[in-house]
């Protein structure tokens, strides 16, 4: 009995080594519902055109497509942290990206890039503590980067080429969602402001009025001086020395 005992334990094992070579899943994922019903609103504002995201279904989200739970991969072996990165990049999806992701409150990730998302950025996201890195790149998102994110620290935000969003980084932009931007936010270029481009083009113009101004009165002193001579010479009956002629 004992051997029997061994041969089938050692089964177990084997079994269980197999599947994690495999990357079959041995267990259900340990996440909240609230996460389970934050995934599923945010997928309902989604459109999904070549059917990419058909896994995003049922209660266990480790195993949709381009979820991750605890920093493993969907679907490995013993995943079972909560949702920890969401990656749906180039899927050629299109839609809203629903705030429902504030939710998900351990998420360390989010990539949505190349793809055609519209409409604004969820403001919030800079409540999630664990996110470190928001990548909405490429898409035809508007509005304005929220501000709350902007000022977070050690977070990587990248929104580059969505021609319709503003980033109080580069440029001035009106109406922030969140309020106004404080006078020390840096817009990241190193450009001259534009109280500082309207003070040097006063100076040139000072400068040009002044060279004018002198200009014009040596022109009229110049005049005068010749205008006397000759009513001089008119007067006297002399001649100009040669020399003197102007």
């Keep these: 009995m004992d051997g029997f005992k061994h041969v089938d334990l050692r089964s177990k094992w084997l079994w269980a080594l197999v599947l994690a070579v495999v990357g079959l ?3 259900t994922a340990q996440v909240t519902q609230a996460e ?7 997928r309902s504002f989604i459109v999904d055109p070549y059917n990419h995201l058909a896994s995003w279904a049922g209660e266990n989200p480790c195993l949709y497509q381009g979820v991750a739970c605890g920093g493993i991969e969907a679907g490995a072996f013993g995943a079972t942290d909560a949702v920890s990165e969401i990656n749906l990049s180039n899927l050629n999806l299109t839609g809203t990206i629903s705030p429902a992701l504030l939710n998900v409150t351990n998420l360390k990730i989010l990539n949505v890039s190349h793809n055609y998302f519209y409409g604004p950025m969820p403001t919030g996201l800079q409540n999630l503590t664990s996110l470190s890195i928001i990548d909405m790149s490429y898409n035809n998102l ?15 935000l990248l929104v580059n080429d969505n021609p319709s969003l503003c980033d109080p980084r580069i440029t001035s932009c009106e109406n922030p969602p969140d309020g106004p931007l404080p006078q020390t936010f840096s817009h990241g270029d190193d450009g001259l402001s534009g109280g500082a481009i309207f003070g040097i083009i006063v100076a040139i113009l000072l400068i040009g009025g002044a060279a004018a101004g002198g200009a014009f009165y040596y022109l009229k002193v110049h005049r005068k001086k010749k205008q006397s001579s000759l009513n001089f010479e008119r007067f006297t009956g002399m001649g100009v020395a040669e020399g003197e002629q102007y």
């Design 142 to 156: 508007d509005g304005t980067v929220p501000l709350g994110l902007l000022l977070k620290s050690g977070v990587t």
């Design 25 to 27: 899943p041995v267990a």
């Design 36 to 42: 389970v019903s934050a995934l599923a609103q945010f």
